[in-house]
């Protein structure tokens, strides 16, 4: 039996992962939603604020991947979309320690708009991916231009998790639904590194010398619209006060592989550093 999965975000860092790696099986009928103009792998037009675009989108999907959307109103987008697509099991990307973050805050509030829609739900928390370092909205053109790394830490580590470990695990909730409803992950890498461990890294694969720069919070969330400000701000101090340092084991007990680390993913792409 074909079962249909839609997945939000596309063309995304962990939407397009989930696209690829259910490529090509034979019991999978693959919908990719972006609201940009029509590429691989985007099959499909989504825009959360065009709800003209959802039925197409959602109609019939046995499942749903749901890169949370980083506006004000996610969750009330969120709860409209669920009921357009009553029955789907929804895997939803959040962020490690969401538990932890501001009792009814923003991220919370985003998860309890899936845990209190749907019918069947996985939670899915990443912590920092992997990829911002090689995104250049990020961080890529500060270490290849400039030779920095800059983010607000406090010193402290974080298990930066890949990408594709994080779609491997929505993966396996999506096609195993029996198995993995109303279950949160923590999704992290095999262990927790430092800012200037990272820059450490970075230098021996490029060959120059990359500063970490660590930055205080409130310089961090500088220019943001307040709502915005809130929710990163509280993202940072849960940064610094070590709940993204926490090395998780489920990437490794869902997807039976074990995820991988920073030092690898530097090395696999020292290329890109490399100008």
């Known amino acids: 039996m074909t079962r249909t999965v ?21 019991d999978t009928e693959v919908r990719g939603g972006s609201s940009q103009a029509p590429q691989a792998p985007t099959t499909i037009a989504f825009d959360w604020r065009d709800q003209s675009t959802w039925p197409k989108a959602v109609g019939g999907a046995d499942a749903i991947y749901l890169g949370r959307p980083d506006v004000q ?18 895997v939803l990307v959040s962020e490690q320690g969401a538990e932890q973050a501001t009792p009814g805050g923003w991220v919370q509030q985003v998860e309890a708009a899936v845990t209190g829609s749907a019918s069947r739900w996985t939670i899915v928390r990443p912590s920092w991916f992997q990829q911002v370092m090689t995104d250049p909205r990020y961080f890529l053109d500060a270490i290849r231009v400039h030779r920095r790394l800059v983010l607000s830490t406090g010193g402290t580590p974080i298990a930066w998790v890949d990408t594709r470990d994080i779609a491997a695990v929505a993966v396996q909730a999506i096609l195993d639904p029996g198995t993995h409803h109303g279950k949160a992950y923590t ?3 095999p262990e927790a590194v430092t800012l200037d461990g990272v820059a450490t890294a970075l230098s021996a694969v490029t060959g120059a010398q990359v500063t970490a720069s660590d930055v205080p919070l409130d310089q961090a969330v500088a220019g943001m619209p307040p709502w915005l400000s809130e929710v990163v701000g509280d993202m940072y101090r849960r940064v ?36």
């Open 187 to 189: 999704v992290t890498g």
């Open 6 to 26: 839609f997945v939000t975000g596309a063309r995304g860092k962990t939407g397009r992962e989930v696209v690829a790696q259910l490529a090509g099986r034979g």
């Open 73 to 90: 109103d996610s969750p009330e987008l969120i709860t409209q979309l669920i009921a357009a697509a009553p029955g789907a099991h929804i």
């Open 240 to 275: 610094h006060d070590g709940t993204f340092a926490a090395v998780s084991g489920d990437v490794e007990a869902v997807t039976g592989t074990r995820a991988r680390a920073i030092g690898d993913f530097v090395t696999e792409h020292a290329a890109q550093w490399r100008a």
